[in-house]
């Protein structure tokens, strides 16, 4: 789809001079008020440039080619800050209550969808046709059965009406289903068909057990609602809580749910390519949440002291490095995501201590010894010696919330609507639309300005001249958002451009 056009019905009468005038009066007032905004603006970022201590110089060759570095921040920085613009447009409160009604009311929709699939699903497995009913029912009348009926294949056993159970132990009942937890969930993939996968799950409280559904739209009228990973219990499989059992404590915003690809046979063979199948939590029915928490027996946090511990290490750890990327961070994240991968010379997606230091020193990225060592540990949980670089990448930088990462997802199916997993450059420069840039309106800078920083510092990212993938769309607008203090600011950055 391109980009909002100003849309003039035909045949208007012709406006009079005192109409016209009170436009040119409103129109300079804007540019005016625009105007003074940005200047306002650069004061403050001066003032706050002359207050922090002068950068320290950094020789950055060996990323960055013969490029000068001012301050630290090359052009390709300042080109990608300029993105940060956005950010300044008044907030348009109107037309977001509108878009945010219009997405509610479609997830509720979806919502809706699934949950009546599940339940179909699991309550119309017919007690008559339930494997239990083949098992041999203890009979006082013994004279009655044949020689060998009971070791007879099931096909020529007989089974009378009076043998077949009312109820069998597997029947699942309504009111025991309605108690559940539901939630959204993604994968986390550099795979960009995978990463934009729409996953909801549920996790069941009588039973302590979960189904992941994958719900799948085509064209506007036909969906598609399967299961992803079957309702069954199951346990994690990394990390401090290896082999424990999944609780309600385990489904929050932001959690990651770990399964073996192995044990799941209907997965898509790109997943199955993975050991682990890591999906994080990014929606939740907090409503269901609280009931189920208020009437369950369970410890209310059952984080572990270690686990506490570990998150305290890592935040030092991100903190220390926020300060660090805070302009250059899409420069750094694209970087650091390529240099990785040229790292990876097997291509498992796993790399050992010395290069991950290396790589810290590549980009000057100054983690203490100490800090360091924690975080390896914290990693390195099963001792391998090797570690998945994406896993270390979120681990010591972080990452944006799932909130502002709904966005990117948002933007990137509305940019692959053929749900490759990569756009073609041609396809980028026709949405982005830079028509509400703030420099733009001001009249500093044109719209082909904007979009074409913008597709610089992305092409920069990219490992092909002529296509973006998903992981790599998702870096430039992680290193943005590092910046970013607000969501409300970061939304509208990604909003904006890409119309959503």
């Known amino acids: 789809s391109t980009c909002e056009q100003d849309i003039i019905p035909e045949n208007l009468p012709a406006p009079t001079s005192k109409y016209k005038l009170k436009y040119q009066q409103y129109k300079t007032e804007m540019k005016e008020?625009?105007?003074?905004?940005?200047?306002?603006?650069?004061?403050?970022?001066?003032?706050?440039?002359?207050?922090?201590?002068?950068r320290k110089k950094i020789d950055?060759?060996?990323?960055?080619?013969?490029?000068?570095?001012?301050?630290?921040?090359?052009?390709?920085?300042?080109?990608?800050?300029?993105?940060?613009?956005?950010?300044?447009?008044?907030?348009?409160?109107?037309s977001s209550m509108k878009k945010s009604d219009a997405e509610m009311v479609?997830?509720?929709?979806?919502?809706?969808?699934?949950?009546?699939?599940?339940?179909?699903?699991?309550?119309?497995?017919?007690?008559?046709?339930?494997?239990?009913q083949n098992l041999p029912t203890e009979r006082p009348d013994s004279a009655l059965i044949f020689p060998d009926s009971k070791t007879a294949p099931l096909r020529f056993r007989k089974r009378t009406l009076h043998e077949t159970k009312i109820r069998t132990h597997s029947t699942l009942t309504e009111n025991m289903l309605s108690h559940k937890v539901q939630f959204d969930g993604r994968i986390i993939s550099r795979n960009g068909h995978d990463a934009c996968r729409e996953l909801v799950g549920f996790f069941f409280a009588h039973d302590q057990s979960l189904t992941i559904y994958e719900y799948r739209q085509f064209g506007k009228n036909r969906i598609s609602v399967l299961p992803f990973i079957q309702k069954n219990i199951y346990s994690h499989q990394c990390g401090r809580r290896k082999g424990k059992q999944y609780q309600l404590g385990d489904f929050y915003i932001g959690a990651n749910l770990t399964f073996l690809s192995s044990d799941h046979s209907s997965l898509p063979e790109s997943i199955k390519e993975n050991t682990l199948l890591i999906l994080r939590i990014t929606n939740i029915d907090q409503i269901a949440l609280d009931s189920l928490k208020?009437?369950?027996?369970?410890?209310?946090d059952n984080l572990t002291s270690q686990e506490a511990n570990d998150r305290l290490i890592l935040k030092a750890v991100q903190d220390a490095l926020k300060e660090q990327l805070h302009k250059r961070g899409?420069?750094?994240?694209?970087?650091?995501?390529?240099y990785l991968q040229q790292l990876d010379k097997e291509g498992t997606g796993l790399l050992d201590k010395a290069d991950f230091k290396q790589t810290l020193q590549v980009f000057h990225l100054e983690v203490s010894e100490n800090d360091f060592e924690s975080a390896w540990q914290i990693l390195?949980?099963?001792?391998?010696?090797?570690?998945?670089?994406?896993?270390?990448?979120?681990?010591?930088?972080g990452e944006m919330n799932e909130y502002r990462k709904s966005f990117v997802r948002k933007a990137f199916m509305k940019l692959d609507f053929n749900k490759t997993g990569s756009v073609p450059i041609t396809n980028i420069r026709k949405c982005y639309c830079a028509k509400k840039h703030p420099q733009v309106i001001s009249g500093h800078s044109t719209e082909e300005e904007i979009k074409l920083s913008f597709l610089e510092t992305l092409k920069d990212a990219c490992s092909k001249s002529d296509e973006v993938t998903y992981g790599e769309f998702e870096d430039y607008y992680e290193g943005l958002s590092i910046g970013i203090v607000h969501d409300e600011d970061f939304v509208n950055i990604v909003r904006t451009p890409w119309g959503i």
């Open 330 to 338: 899409v420069r750094i994240l694209t970087g650091l995501a390529k």
């Open 33 to 54: 008020g625009y105007k003074q905004y940005s200047q306002r603006n650069a004061e403050k970022t001066k003032s706050k440039i002359t207050q922090q201590s002068p």
């Open 294 to 300: 208020t009437d369950s027996v369970e410890p209310e």
């Open 106 to 132: 479609a997830a509720q929709r979806k919502k809706q969808t699934v949950a009546e699939q599940v339940m179909i699903d699991h309550l119309s497995r017919a007690v008559i046709s339930d494997p239990e």
């Open 60 to 94: 950055d060759k060996c990323i960055q080619g013969e490029e000068s570095i001012v301050g630290g921040l090359t052009t390709l920085d300042k080109k990608a800050l300029l993105q940060h613009g956005y950010a300044d447009i008044p907030y348009n409160a109107q």
């Open 380 to 397: 390195n949980g099963n001792d391998s010696g090797k570690v998945d670089y994406g896993e270390f990448k979120r681990a010591i930088i």
